[in-house]
């Protein structure tokens, strides 16, 4: 099934989004290739998919966020492996999932960001050579909750 789904208008509206929220969207193909993003990602993701294995881990987590929603209009929101809140929702046409939105790259607005940073620096340290050098880019991540997100 070929999508009728005008990309470009659903873009430009994304990127209004973007400015009013301040975090990035991205609308991804059913292969999860990204087919728009409204913004390139936060330095700290930059920073941490600059590394093979980080970027290995974020695609990981994309597609498994993903795959835990349907054809519905059900949003699926998680934190990812270094340790933000995103969501994602289906984009359906005729049933089928013709794409899907994300948003977000923030971290949990009713967290302690300090905590917070410290279970992600954790989670990094498996991996990566120098996770405190990434510590900044991290706290100026913004922040929202769940409930926001939704």
């Known amino acids: 099934m070929k999508a009728t789904i005008n990309f470009e208008e659903f873009g430009r509206l994304l990127s209004s989004l973007s400015l009013v929220s301040g975090m990035r969207f991205s609308i991804l193909a059913p292969d999860f290739r990204v087919v728009y993003a409204s913004?390139?990602?936060?330095?700290?993701?930059?920073?941490?998919?600059?590394?093979?294995?980080?970027?290995?881990?974020?695609?990981?987590?994309?597609?498994?966020?993903?795959?835990?929603?349907?054809?519905?209009?059900?949003?699926?929101?998680?934190?990812?492996?270094?340790?933000?809140?995103?969501?994602?929702?289906?984009?359906?046409?005729?049933?089928?999932?013709?794409?899907?939105?994300?948003?977000?790259?923030?971290?949990?607005?009713?967290?302690?960001?300090?905590?917070?940073?410290?279970?992600?620096?954790?989670?990094?340290s498996a991996w990566h050579s120098d996770p405190d050098s990434l510590r900044e880019a991290f706290m100026r991540l913004g922040s929202c909750t769940v409930e926001e997100l939704k």
């Open 39 to 124: 913004v390139n990602p936060a330095p700290f993701c930059e920073a941490v998919c600059a590394c093979e294995e980080g970027l290995r881990r974020c695609q990981s987590c994309d597609a498994r966020l993903a795959r835990g929603v349907s054809g519905g209009s059900a949003v699926n929101i998680r934190s990812c492996h270094a340790g933000l809140l995103d969501a994602v929702i289906p984009v359906t046409e005729g049933g089928q999932v013709a794409a899907y939105l994300f948003f977000g790259q923030v971290l949990d607005g009713e967290a302690d960001a300090e905590q917070q940073w410290e279970r992600t620096r954790r989670s990094l």
